[in-house]
């Protein structure tokens, strides 16, 4: 599990065979055979690391789900540890686990903040709601806007300058994890739609009904 907040930016030192080997520092201070560490947002296991590098397997359905495909030899990647009890929370609930693709459809400059809106599917973008997380390429940041085809976030000057996002333009592609807390809502609210719910009586979904029978 992780926050979002990114520890520093590495830099892919090779790619392919099912491997991905990262140039990096600070992620490196504790780290053991095992450990999670998050690159662009997507949980990987340390399975090979020295001072100055580490490795991970990354298995073809992660390939297909990820930006990973265009990932090359200099590519900037976001780091982060997993989380621990005495961490700070400092963004917000990060699985690792990517739902889905986006691309930058439009880089705008308001005052000192820039907003960066995502193009996504439709899928994507049910779970994702004005004002609430989600995690681009592993940041934790929050919904400015949300249309049928787009959202947008707002950055502040630290974030572009500490993650890989200050080299993104349109028609980069990105990583997206909804919140992790609206995908489970999502699955209660739908109820017996996909047959989780068997009872005959049972209306589908949860209902002014359903909650006054459980006493809420």
Do not use: W
């Not at 439009?106 to 903040?113: F, H, I, M, V, Y």
């Not at 940041?141 to 049928?148: E, G, H, M, P, W």
């Amino acid at each position: 599990m992780f926050t979002g907040i990114i520890e520093e930016v590495g830099t892919v030192r090779r790619i392919g065979g099912g491997t991905l080997a990262i140039d990096a520092a600070g992620v490196l201070s504790d780290v053991h055979l095992g450990d999670s560490i998050a690159v662009n947002g997507v949980c990987l296991t340390v399975t090979a690391f020295d001072a100055h590098y580490f490795e991970a397997d990354v298995m073809p359905e992660t390939v297909r789900r990820t930006s990973f495909s265009e990932l090359r030899k200099g590519s900037l990647v976001n780091l982060e540890r997993a989380l621990t009890l005495a961490s700070r929370l400092g963004g917000h609930i990060v699985s690792g686990h990517i739902d889905g693709v986006g691309t930058v459809a439009a880089l705008r400059q308001e005052g000192n903040a820039l907003l960066l809106t995502v193009a996504a599917a439709p899928a994507l973008l049910r779970g994702i709601v004005e004002k609430g997380s989600v995690a681009l390429d592993g940041i934790s940041l929050t919904v400015a806007a949300v249309t049928k085809e787009t959202f947008t976030v707002s950055l502040i000057p630290h974030t572009r300058d500490v993650t890989n996002l200050r080299a993104k333009h349109t028609g980069s592609r990105l990583n997206i994890e909804t919140d992790i807390i609206g995908k489970y809502v999502e699955k209660l609210m739908r109820g017996n739609e996909r047959g989780e719910m068997k009872a005959a009586e049972e209306t589908p979904g949860i209902t002014p009904a359903f909650l006054a029978r459980y006493g809420f």
